[in-house]
């Protein structure tokens, strides 16, 4: 024995040392960490690639890239934060590393497969950005691979298609292993009506993976197709539809979006009660409100395409559905300003992070109803209004919904305590940043700017510039908060067990938690959010 180990209690970080300990590991902590990390240097990458579209967007014309290179960064941004970052994301890094830990289980149901879907991850992440390099050719066919597009682009749009699909593999392999622990694994006396609301979010989540991949998945396949045997499935020259292609791959992506945000709904829906001492309020419309949203996400991909020539009886029915899975997401907003309400509200980087996600993703759900709205959808379809949309739900949602979720778990994770100060300035700038870098694209996108576009007229060129230097804002932002983050995981404060006094099963062992999580399997016998229980005030 060491003298580490002889000092530092055993933990899953100390219980085996050297690099292999970790690629062969089967602690659901550890694989949670493999994807952290990974996910992390695949978000800066994109980052900086749409730093540079920024910039390149500053004014109108050519500024430090050409229309091709502008094209093919931006395909690469988009596959790279979709499926790479944002859809693996935090039900990939939080779920694995807390979901067993929350319902009393020592791992997860199926740990070798766990690891498996780890390299299935990084195997199709690789192929991702070799697709870019390989002959000297990157895909600029979008994040989408819009057909006629792919089936027409000399790219290696082949090599970027089999990399999403084998992304999807491991996306239904974490989302079948989470279903199985949730439902065998959960601890003596832990109901469905007694488990936190996170695992819940992740349960609901873990439905429209295992459902909705597959269809993405085996759309790829026939683009793939389509592109070597010359199979007429999407390419009109071949007698495809490539309406049909948009069905297919809508389907499955605007479920995805459910994916993205309800792990961060259930990320927020823990830092409240905790931050506020006080019990969530609603838990049942919660619960509930989280099963909806995954079910009719289903059935609202229509309104991706008012026009692209629909019936109309199909449009009012896709704009009516739009509007529907707004009253859940609504519920969520009320109970959590309902918990903060009346509680002893503690204004931490964690709560700071929550409090941002619901105004964000406000703002993103008030424009998704313009964009669901038939009238109002025509004008501002494909637009730059779109673009913001989207990143105020996906960035503002799911991205401050991770940063939420990291600085909350941060000490539990790594037994260390983060740098509140700079903790809070990164928030300033991330927030600040945010909103400077797409709020401005709504305006510029009622008055017409399209998206996607290389070059523009400039009569947009107010907005764009406004839009770069928030850019710049609010990489500062990420670069700080990235930097503290780093620099404490070996320097901070020892944590206690329990920083924030909360009431979950995490907060209730050591930090960092031992490797096999529980020396004995607790035994439950109340609601997750109960606060008066002595020993969750005690450090």
């Not at 530092?8 to 050297?18: D, E, M």
């Not at 989408?144 to 682009?153: K, L």
């Not at 870098?437 to 017409?448: D, S, T």
């Not at 850019?471 to 404490?488: D, E, K, Q, R, T």
Request: hydrophobic letters at 50%; charged letters at 10%.
């Amino acid at each position: 024995m060491n003298n580490t180990s002889a000092t530092v209690p055993l933990n899953y970080l100390n219980h085996k040392t050297g690099l292999w300990s970790w690629l062969s590991s089967t602690d659901h902590k550890r694989i949670g960490l493999l994807y952290l990390y990974s996910i992390t240097i695949f978000f800066c990458v994109a980052a900086v690639l749409g730093l540079l579209m920024r910039i390149e967007k500053f004014a109108p014309g050519p500024t430090i890239m050409t229309a091709q290179t502008y094209n093919g960064m931006f395909t690469i941004h988009g596959i790279i934060m979709i499926f790479i970052v944002v859809i693996p994301g935090l039900a990939a890094v939080f779920g694995n590393i807390f979901l067993p830990i929350m319902i009393g289980a020592k791992d997860v149901a199926f740990p070798k497969l766990n690891l498996f879907s780890w390299y299935i991850y990084i195997t199709g992440a690789c192929l991702g950005l070799y697709s870019q390099f390989a002959n000297g050719h990157s895909p600029d066919t979008g994040w989408t691979f819009y057909v006629p597009y792919s089936a027409e682009a000399s790219s290696n749009v082949v090599i970027a298609l089999t990399a999403a699909f084998v992304l999807g593999f491991a996306s239904i392999l974490t989302g079948l292993n989470f279903i199985v622990t949730i439902h065998r694994l959960r601890a003596p006396g832990m109901t469905w009506f007694r488990m936190p609301l996170f695992p819940w979010s992740l349960y609901a989540t873990a439905w429209i993976q295992l459902l909705a991949t597959p269809i993405v998945g085996i759309t790829l396949l026939m683009v793939i197709a389509e592109r070597t045997l010359q199979i007429g499935f999407f390419d009109p020259t071949l007698g495809g539809d490539p309406v049909l292609y948009q069905h297919l791959f809508w389907i499955y992506s605007h479920p995805a979006v459910y994916v993205m945000i309800l792990p961060a709904m259930g990320v927020v829906t823990e830092i409240f009660p905790t931050f506020s001492q006080k019990p969530v309020f609603g838990y049942v419309p919660i619960v509930f409100s989280s099963l909806a949203i995954a079910l009719v996400g289903y059935f609202v991909w229509g309104h991706h395409m008012f026009t692209s020539g629909m019936s109309y009886e199909s449009r009012w029915f896709f704009s009516f559905l739009t509007f529907l899975v707004a009253i859940p997401s609504a519920i969520k907003v009320f109970n959590w300003l309902s918990t903060m309400y009346g509680g002893s509200v503690d204004l931490k980087p964690p709560l700071l992070y929550a409090i941002s996600f619901i105004f964000l993703f406000t703002i993103g759900g008030f424009t998704g109803l313009t964009l669901g709205s038939l009238a109002t959808n025509i004008q501002v379809h494909n637009t730059d209004f779109v673009v913001a949309h989207f990143h105020y739900i996906i960035f503002g949602g799911m991205g401050f919904g991770f940063f939420a979720g990291i600085h909350y778990w941060y000490p539990k994770i790594y037994g260390r305590m983060y740098n509140f100060k700079w903790a809070n300035i990164a928030w300033g700038f991330l927030f600040i940043g945010f909103n400077i870098l797409y709020f401005p694209l709504f305006i510029i996108g009622i008055q017409g700017m399209p998206r996607r576009y290389f070059d523009y007229d400039p009569k947009f060129q107010t907005g764009q510039m406004i839009s770069s230097v928030g850019a710049v804002i609010l990489v500062i932002g990420l670069i700080g908060m990235i930097s503290n983050l780093v620099y404490h995981v070996r320097r901070g404060a020892i944590a206690p067990a329990n920083p924030w006094h909360g009431v979950t099963l995490e907060w209730q062992i050591p930090s960092p938690p031992p490797h096999e999580n529980f020396d004995e399997v607790p035994v439950i016998t109340h609601g997750p959010y109960v606060f008066d229980n002595p020993h969750t005030k005690n450090d």
